[in-house]
Structures are given as structure tokens and as C-alpha cells.
């Protein structure tokens, strides 16, 4: 994968989908400024970010006051904002787990895009691709035995629920930006697109809002509780007890962090255990919302959401020091934060279903939520369940 300068839409021989960007200005995307950081460099990621945006006129000081409606064609559109689960962990002081296995992803990435020509169409013709067989980071036994151990700490008190999250990777050869592009296309994916920079790439289908300011609204819509995408299997996510009771603890954790963060009293929750359809899959999703307390800044905001509570657990900060534990390797692109701030808009999606390329390797991330009901088995299938999708689309 080849990195020369900033990578935005100028530099790409088609035009790139940023998720959560405006749909009117797509055609007209192209990169002004960047900033990355990763684990082990100096300063506070969540602060940074702030920081960042000010310096280029983006409004993020206080959320509550109204950014304006628009922007103008001589400003800043907007920035797409990613910020992984290990700098989460890092932003409340805990430990970010297993090193990176994309090693050339950061753990933030901001990239202010104004308003240009848009790029030339790409050329036709035979398409140079490759992938190579799928490696999983664990054995499906080992995922299994991670699940006991879940259920073990569960028994003892140490935690209620905790997010299992395997990872795979694949060689390849070729530019991986159209193939990661086609997770944009998957039914469902509220957060479809991608970001790219000098030897990476991130490829996004996600059906999950973190955190989105809409009419001077935070809202988040926590994802908890997967069947299959038949009428049986909706039947079967409705009726139980097991997801039902797991979504529910989600849906408080997601309230508590929205309380910190939030004017007194305006926390609610607008629809609890929704059935909503993601390709194959029929997954539970709730809304909750809140008024922002006068003078939140986004830094304060990412510290209180990230990382998101439905793929850490509860409490969050135990859950993600059994998650360092557990898991073999890092979480990388996936679990993380993804999505746009600009004038008047802030949406951010949370980073499941989503795969990432570096130099010569693809990478996909897939889990659940594990309680003391959990079967390690169904939790196995559960996780491959989620990321074939992704799979077949990637070759």
C-alpha cells in the first residue's frame, strides 16, 4: 500500500466515502490538514482532537451552544474523526490492551476536509487484487476458553458483562481502498465509508451510533443482542431473557456515561430493545439521549463515551482490564470511534463491522457480550456470524 503526503480524495483515483460526512458535499471532499497520534506519543489524545479542530474554526469548545447550520465554501467542511479503543482506554486510565496487529493504523486520526474539484473518475480496466487465506489471531477452542474466563470473573463479582472481540488477518496485494470500500454498501451500515492515510486504510460498515448531537440532543443507540435475520431468529431476540437482561445493563451504562456529560435530569431513554436488521442479522438497539451541559467540549465528550460501553461492559473500567487479559491482540481499527464533526453536526459511529489494511495485511475484529448465561460455543458462532459479511466481501 502505497502513502505519499496526505491521502484524501484528491489522491485517489475515485471518490472516497467518509462516513457520517454530508451527503452534498461528497462530491467535493478534499483534505486540507491531518492530525495522527499513537499510543507511547506525548500529550492527551482527547485534548489534542480539541485542540486540532479549534485551530482550523471547527466549533467544539461547547457543544450546547449551536455551531451554526452549514458551513461556507471558502471554510472547513468538517473533519472525519477516529479514535481507536485503545486511546478510549488510555482517555479513562485504563490499560489499552494487546499491541495493535494493524501496525501502521493510529490510534487518532483527524482529517480536515474543505471544499474542491472533485476527482477524476477512475480509469477502466482489469483490476490488480489479491487476498489470501483468512489467519485467525486465536483458535476457535482458545476463544472459547476466553469465554470461561469471562464467566469465571462474572461468578466472582469482578464484573457483570465483558465484550470478547478475535481478530483475523489476511494477506493482499493491490490497492485495498475500493475492496474496503464495498463494506460501505452493506445493508445497515449507518457509518459506511472510509478514512486513509499514508500506509493504512479503514473500511467501516458499522450499524452503531456512539454518539451523535442533533438538535441540541446527544443521542446513542447502544447495539446489544444478535440472532439470525429470520423470522425465528427475530421471534427468538425478542423473547429472550438472556439478551433482553444484557441489552438492559448496557443501556444503563450507556445512561451513566451520558449523565456525566449531560444538563441534570435530561438524561432519557426514547426506545428501548429495538429489532433492527444488519445484513444477515437481526440485532437489538436502544436510543438514549440527553441535553449537553452548557460549555462541554468534545474532548470531555470522548472521555465520558469512549470506549463505548456495548464493546467493553460493565463496569466499564473492570471490564477493560479483564479485556487486556483476555484478548491476544489488540483491537486496533475495530471498537474504536468513527465518524464526522463539522458546523452544527457531530455523528460518530462506533467501529464494529469494520476492517482495516496496512501495509501488506487485511484485518477484521468480531465479538460479544459475555454474561454468566453465555454459551462459549454460541458465542464462537456468534462472532463468525458477524464477521463473514465482512469476509466475503473483502476478495
Not at 45 to 52: D, N, S, T, Y
Not at 57 to 77: F, N, S, T
Not at 100 to 105: E, F, G, L, R, Y
Not at 375 to 393: G, I, N, S, Y
Request: glycine fraction near 14%; include cysteine.
Amino acid at each position: 500500500m502505497m502513502g505519499h503526503g496526505p491521502v484524501g480524495v484528491e489522491a485517489l483515483p475515485y471518490l472516497m466515502r467518509v462516513p457520517a460526512a454530508p451527503g452534498s458535499c461528497a462530491g467535493s471532499l478534499v483534505e486540507r490538514d491531518r492530525f495522527e497520534w499513537r499510543l507511547g506519543e506525548p500529550g492527551d489524545p482527547a485534548a489534542l482532537i480539541e485542540q486540532f479542530l479549534a485551530a482550523h474554526g471547527l466549533p467544539v469548545g461547547d457543544l450546547a451552544r449551536p455551531g451554526g447550520a452549514g458551513h461556507h465554501d471558502d471554510g472547513p467542511c468538517g473533519a472525519a474523526l477516529f479514535v481507536s479503543a485503545a486511546a478510549g482506554a488510555v482517555l479513562v486510565a485504563a490499560p489499552p490492551g494487546a499491541p495493535n496487529p494493524a501496525v501502521a493504523v493510529p490510534d487518532v486520526a483527524v482529517i480536515v476536509y474543505g471544499h474542491g474539484r472533485p476527482p477524476a473518475p477512475a480509469p477502466s480496466g482489469p483490476v490488480d487484487w489479491w487476498r489470501g487465506p483468512w489467519q485467525p489471531s486465536w483458535t476457535a477452542q482458545q476463544h472459547a476458553a476466553a469465554v470461561d474466563a469471562a464467566r469465571a470473573a462474572i461468578a466472582r463479582g469482578d464484573i457483570y458483562q465483558v465484550n470478547v472481540v478475535g481478530h483475523a488477518a489476511a494477506p493482499y496485494r493491490g490497492d485495498p481502498l475500493p475492496v474496503l470500500a464495498r463494506l460501505g454498501g452493506l445493508p445497515g451500515a449507518r457509518y459506511g465509508g472510509t478514512i486513509a492515510g499514508a500506509g493504512w486504510a479503514i473500511g467501516c460498515a458499522s450499524p452503531e451510533t456512539l454518539i451523535e448531537l442533533v438538535d441540541g440532543r446527544l443521542v446513542t443507540r447502544p447495539i446489544k443482542g444478535t440472532r439470525p435475520a429470520t423470522p425465528a431468529g427475530r421471534t427468538e431476540l425478542l423473547a429472550s431473557t438472556k439478551e433482553r437482561a444484557e441489552h438492559i445493563m448496557i443501556v444503563d451504562l450507556e445512561r451513566n456515561d451520558l449523565a456525566r456529560v449531560a444538563r441534570t435530569g435530561s438524561v432519557r431513554v426514547d426506545d428501548l430493545y429495538a429489532v433492527r436488521r444488519w445484513c444477515d442479522l437481526w440485532q437489538a438497539e436502544s436510543t438514549v439521549s440527553a441535553s449537553p451541559a452548557d460549555g462541554l467540549g468534545l474532548a470531555d465528550l470522548l472521555r465520558a463515551l469512549c470506549p463505548g460501553g456495548s464493546v467493553t461492559g460493565a463496569p466499564k473500567l473492570s471490564a477493560l482490564r479483564h479485556i487486556a487479559a483476555l484478548e491476544p491482540v489488540g483491537r486496533g481499527a475495530a471498537m474504536g470511534a468513527l465518524g464526522w464533526v463539522g458546523p452544527g453536526r457531530l455523528d460518530l459511529g462506533l467501529t464494529i463491522r469494520t476492517a482495516a489494511a496496512d501495509g501488506d495485511r487485511l484485518h477484521v475484529w468480531a465479538g460479544g457480550g459475555i454474561t454468566w448465561g453465555s454459551d462459549p460455543a454460541a458465542e464462537v458462532a456468534e462472532a463468525r456470524a458477524k464477521a463473514a459479511p465482512l469476509r466475503t466481501l473483502l476478495t
